[in-house]
């Protein structure tokens, strides 16, 4: 049994530039211990449910302390039968590919 | 302070006919008591983000009891200074329409 | 034949008040003639591929104008049998529901 | 000037193995010579957007071909000033965390 999510958030009041918000997410999604991979317009994360949702709830409580507008998104795919999917996941379609 | 969230949530491994499934969450959604908005690609919801996130949990939940493999997708939307935003953000555009 | 859209389009480097932006976009979709139906978290655009492309080109230009850094998402679900679907999935949520 | 999408499409008439239709699309986006990351939950592409939503176009149209519902979403990230996001954006964020 497995949840993977993409994962993105920033402030949307604080001008162009988000990465330091954006850093103070990864660095909890790290201590998290959680199978994780940090790409250009977000985060997969992997883990039972429950464990993954904890990990939002800390990202979005670290931005709120000092933002007033925050924009968060998640894409979730769970699979029953899954494991080890965020690599998994890739090397089955690499392995599609002709 | 409020979050607003859109929320799809639907079984990849059941065919072209997902709505008896959108139904069970939509059910659950109504039964939450939180402010909704039911539209074609997700349903709008207001609240704490603690309330919101234990509605989606509870969908997600009715959902693995007989799906295999699930697909959901939430975009978040959170002010401090924010309330009866679910109406209210739709009255502040349809304003500045010309 | 339907390809039905969420569609959300925002500057990031505007700060908190975006709603003039939404608007600029919004009315651009109204000018399309496309089925829509503005929500809080973002407008479903109903119509061919091609159309609902065009009619997210020109939000996208239209906001270029002025604002350096943009964010938007677009969900899509394409059914190749669908037609009127704008109304027609809420409905069919809604007769399920008891 | 750059745009930088996630993008995610599969098909759900297919039932849970949709790894060869993935696999399509991501055949096409290697094809396109744009700048590109495949990842568990989507494919981060790179360049002008005309350029990336006539991929996006071609992968619909390869599953248009034999898929009677397809799902996709795009989360797109422009900045004026921006060029090489696809790495950059990773590192940006990388130096930042303590």
Redesign the interface.
Same mark, same amino acid.
């Given at each position: 049994m497995s949840v993977?999510?993409?994962f =993105?958030i !920033?402030p949307?009041?604080k @001008?162009?530039s988000? =990465?330091?918000y954006?850093?103070r997410a990864?660095?909890i999604i +790290?201590q998290s211990g959680l199978d994780h &991979? $940090? @790409?250009?317009? @977000?985060t =997969?994360i992997?883990g039972d449910?429950p464990e993954v949702?904890a990990v939002v &709830?800390r990202c !979005?409580e670290a931005l +709120?302390t000092d933002?007033?507008?925050?924009? !968060?998104?998640?894409?979730?795919?769970? #699979?029953?039968?899954g494991e080890n #999917? $965020?690599? @998994?996941?890739?090397r =089955?379609?690499?392995k599609?590919?002709?």
């Open positions: 993977l999510i993409d =993105s !920033f949307v009041d @001008g162009t988000v =990465s330091p954006v850093a990864v660095s +790290q &991979n $940090l @790409g250009p317009m @977000g =997969s992997e449910w949702m &709830n !979005f +709120q933002c007033d507008r925050i924009y !968060f998104t998640i894409k979730a795919d769970y #699979r029953k039968a #999917r $965020l690599s @998994g996941k890739v =089955s379609v690499e599609k590919l002709t």
